[in-house]
């Protein structure tokens, strides 16, 4: 086996016993990246500061080390990294190498942490395939055909290195599903915390009131020991939440014997495939196994998530995203003769940002310009207001966490979505936005293959600011699942 | 609701993206779509609702109104696509 497969807790276990050293498994990562080019998943490799991140971590080893000293990831293209390309995959922003550090970045590195590079996304995060990155597609390493599969979006690239073993873990960030999805389509773990648990600060915005980062890893307990290093208070985020941060490695106890399981009858689609059916059946068997109490439950406005999903997002999209105006950074277009600072405006956003980002920015303008507002984006506020009392209604009535599942299908081929109008490709965050809306902590947990030999994952949902009661649910699933295949190395 | 070739050119023009005439029709096509699908939205019963405002109920926080940061001009201009003297260059805007 090399280091570059261990979890980020047997790592941690062999750093601290002396048995690897830092520089030893930087090196296996970055060697595992060199292979990996096929997959596209690292498109800013950061060789060098990792080497000398890697340096420090084994010259302080021992008793001040960080919870992830010496531990080696990648970090999404969407996190402001200080004097290294931070594009959000975009052409807007080619080229802006940030003068200060994202919050979450910081915060690994004080915890020891080894940035191996930034890693693939759709732009602005907004895609569910990977496929509107200024990068090119990442490539999912699971492959059954000759045909290449899309590793999910927008952390398309964070959930392709993490599955092909180039990094222990990654950051994602999830506005409707961009950590849930790819995990499930590439057979990791990713949790997406409560609103306000991460900071936002440093984190190129998309919808603020729906974004949230959250990490993507080889096991339950490596998301709960990356996400301990992540979460907290920050004074730079003023919806960063003032609340203790628990131990969330000591709370997968596997003990939810008496927690009542959710089944929101709401989630059986027109359609859904079988086998989606039946891997969502075998996870109820799982938790029932381990002594947790089913109940069906009902969230009855789960049907205009979506719809309420894709007002509120490009409506806060079109106002984050005016600020690329060609002045401040990023790219500028040529200007003609006479062109005023109109023409430098409506020149640059057209050069610089993709059809997808263009398509939402415009919906979004619409939907807030005069005449509109209310019966679009105050509508759908009302409808989120709605979704949101749903769950609290669950909660209420003593439900701990609910059971889903986490995508509609397994990986599809890169290219297959491309003739289909935008809302075939908006169905894919249909079991994971409600959890956006309602700002709720959500984990993808891979439980199966499908007939093709493919990656499925199951969802639990948890009550605000229950991320250590999530985790330790998802900690029973993933251990009765017992799901180890990993994708058969073709690049 | 359909968006006519007129409504896609002024949405563009708001959104400050500049779209070549030839590719009105598609854009419009493309917008009206989504906005179909958004009409779903109609058959909520949404009377009485407040329209959300904040997802975690929380009081923002209040701090000193001080200067706390600052003299990083440098840094402030250093991706900036043209930088003079210490400012942001830009077209004339005022004729």
């Given at each position: 086996?090399?280091?570059?497969?261990?979890?980020?807790?047997?790592?941690?276990?062999?750093?601290?016993?002396?048995?690897?050293?830092a520089?030893?498994?930087?090196?296996?990562?970055?060697?595992?990246?060199?292979?990996?080019?096929?997959?596209n998943?690292?498109?800013?490799a950061?060789?060098?500061?990792?080497?000398?991140q890697?340096?420090?971590?084994?010259?302080?080893?021992g008793?001040?080390?960080g919870a992830?000293?010496?531990?080696?990831?990648?970090?999404?293209?969407?996190?402001?990294?200080?004097?290294?390309?931070?594009?959000?995959?975009?052409?807007i922003?080619?080229?802006?190498?940030?003068?200060?550090?994202?919050t979450?970045?910081?915060k690994l590195?004080?915890?020891?942490a080894?940035?191996?590079?930034?890693?693939?996304?759709?732009?602005?995060?907004?895609g569910?395939?990977?496929?509107t990155?200024?990068y090119?597609?990442?490539?999912?390493?699971w492959?059954?055909?000759?045909?290449?599969?899309?590793?999910?979006?927008?952390?398309?690239?964070?959930?392709a290195?993490?599955a092909?073993?180039?990094?222990?873990?990654?950051?994602?960030?999830?506005?409707?599903?961009?950590?849930?999805?790819?995990?499930?389509f590439?057979?990791?773990?990713?949790?997406?915390?409560?609103?306000?648990?991460?900071?936002?600060?440093?984190?190129v915005?998309?919808?603020?009131?729906?974004?949230?980062?959250?990490?993507?890893?080889?096991?339950?307990r490596?998301?709960?020991?990356?996400?301990g290093?992540?979460?907290?208070?920050d004074?730079?985020?003023?919806?960063?939440?003032?609340?203790?941060?628990?131990d969330?490695?000591a709370?997968?106890?596997?003990?939810?014997r008496?927690?009542?399981i959710?089944i929101?009858?709401?989630?059986?689609?027109d359609?859904?495939?079988?086998?989606?059916?039946a891997?969502?059946a075998?996870?109820?068997?799982?938790?029932?196994?381990?002594?947790a109490?089913i109940?069906?439950?009902?969230?009855?406005?789960?049907?205009?998530?979506?719809?309420?999903?894709?007002?509120?997002a490009?409506?806060?999209?079109?106002?984050?995203?005016a600020?690329?105006?060609?002045v401040?950074?990023?790219?500028?277009?040529?200007?003609?003769?006479?062109?005023g600072?109109v023409?430098m405006?409506e020149k640059?956003?057209?050069?610089?940002?993709?059809?997808e980002?263009?398509?939402?920015v415009?919906?979004?303008?619409?939907?807030?310009?005069?005449?509109?507002?209310?019966?679009?984006?105050?509508?759908a506020r009302?409808?989120?207001?709605?979704?949101?009392?749903?769950?609290?209604?669950a909660?209420?009535a003593?439900?701990?966490?609910?059971?889903?599942?986490?995508t509609?299908?397994?990986?599809?081929?890169?290219?297959?979505?491309?003739?289909?109008?935008?809302?075939?490709?908006?169905?894919?965050?249909?079991?994971t936005?409600?959890v956006?809306?309602?700002?709720?902590?959500?984990?993808?947990?891979?439980?199966?293959l499908?007939?093709?030999?493919?990656?499925?994952?199951?969802?639990?949902i948890?009550?605000p600011?229950d991320?250590?009661?999530?985790?330790?649910?998802?900690?029973v699933?993933?251990?009765?699942?017992?799901?180890?295949?990993?994708?058969r190395?073709?690049? | 609701?359909?968006?006519?070739?007129?409504?896609?050119?002024?949405?563009?023009?708001?959104?400050?993206?500049?779209?070549?005439?030839?590719?009105?029709?598609?854009?419009?096509?493309?917008?009206?779509g989504i906005?179909?699908?958004?009409?779903?939205?109609?058959?909520v019963?949404?009377?009485?609702?407040?329209?959300?405002?904040?997802?975690?109920?929380?009081?923002?926080?209040?701090?000193q109104?001080?200067?706390?940061?600052?003299?990083?001009?440098?840094?402030?201009?250093?991706?900036?696509?043209?930088?003079?003297e210490?400012?942001?260059?830009?077209?004339?805007?005022?004729e």
């Open positions: 086996m090399n280091a570059n497969e261990l979890t980020i807790a047997e790592a941690r276990d062999a750093l601290a016993g002396g048995e690897l050293s520089v030893d498994l930087t090196m296996a990562c970055l060697t595992a990246i060199d292979a990996g080019t096929p997959l998943a690292f498109v800013h950061t060789p060098e500061i990792a080497l000398d890697a340096r420090a971590a084994d010259a302080r080893r008793a001040d080390a992830l000293n010496g531990i080696p990831l990648g970090i999404k293209d969407l996190f402001c990294t200080k004097g290294v390309a931070s594009q959000a995959a975009s052409n922003l080619k080229g802006f190498k940030p003068e200060y550090e994202s979450v970045t910081s590195f004080e915890a020891g080894v940035m191996l590079g930034k890693l693939n996304m759709d732009e602005f995060a907004m569910s395939s990977n496929e990155s200024c090119g597609d990442a490539v999912n390493p492959k059954v055909d000759d045909r290449r599969l899309t590793p999910g979006g927008s952390s398309g690239g964070s959930a290195a993490v092909a073993d180039l990094c222990l873990g990654a950051t994602g960030t999830d506005t409707g599903g961009s950590i849930r999805q790819p995990a499930a590439t057979g990791i773990v990713g949790i997406k915390p409560t609103y306000g648990r991460v900071s936002r600060w440093g984190i915005a998309f919808a603020s009131s729906l974004d949230q980062a959250g990490p993507m890893t080889k096991s339950v490596d998301a709960a020991i990356l996400l290093a992540m979460a907290g208070h004074p730079k985020d003023s919806t960063s939440a003032d609340i203790p941060v628990p969330f490695e709370a997968l106890t596997g003990d939810i008496g927690r009542k959710g929101p009858r709401e989630y059986r689609m359609g859904m495939p079988a086998e989606i059916e891997l969502w075998r996870g109820r068997e799982m938790l029932a196994d381990a002594g109490e109940v069906d439950i009902s969230l009855p406005h789960t049907k205009y998530a979506l719809p309420a999903y894709y007002v509120i490009p409506a806060e999209a079109s106002s984050n995203l600020r690329y105006d060609g401040r950074y990023g790219h500028r277009a040529r200007l003609g003769q006479g062109d600072i023409d405006y640059t956003r057209a050069e610089g940002f993709g059809k980002v263009q398509r939402r415009m919906i979004g303008t619409y939907v807030l310009s005069a005449g509109f507002y209310d019966a679009y984006y105050n509508r009302k409808v989120r207001a709605l979704i949101k009392r749903d769950f609290d209604e909660f209420a003593g439900v701990d966490a609910i059971l889903t599942p986490a509609p299908s397994s990986a599809f081929g890169l290219g297959e979505m491309a003739e289909a109008d935008p809302v075939a490709m908006y169905l894919n965050d249909v079991f936005v409600t956006n809306l309602a700002g709720l902590p959500g984990i993808s947990v891979p439980v199966g499908d007939a093709k030999g493919l990656p499925l994952g199951l969802q639990l948890g009550r600011w991320e250590a009661g999530l985790l330790n649910h998802a900690h699933l993933e251990r009765a699942a017992g799901f180890v295949e990993k994708p190395k073709w690049w | 609701m359909s968006i006519d070739i007129e409504t896609a050119r002024r949405v563009a023009h708001l959104a400050r993206i500049r779209v070549d005439e030839a590719d009105l029709p598609a854009l419009a096509g493309e917008l009206s906005l179909t699908f958004m009409e779903q939205l109609n058959e019963d949404v009377e009485g609702v407040e329209p959300m405002t904040s997802v975690t109920p929380m009081r923002l926080k209040r701090r109104d001080v200067v706390t940061d600052g003299d990083m001009q440098d840094k402030v201009l250093s991706n900036a696509p043209d930088a003079r210490g400012f942001f260059a830009v077209p004339k805007v005022v």
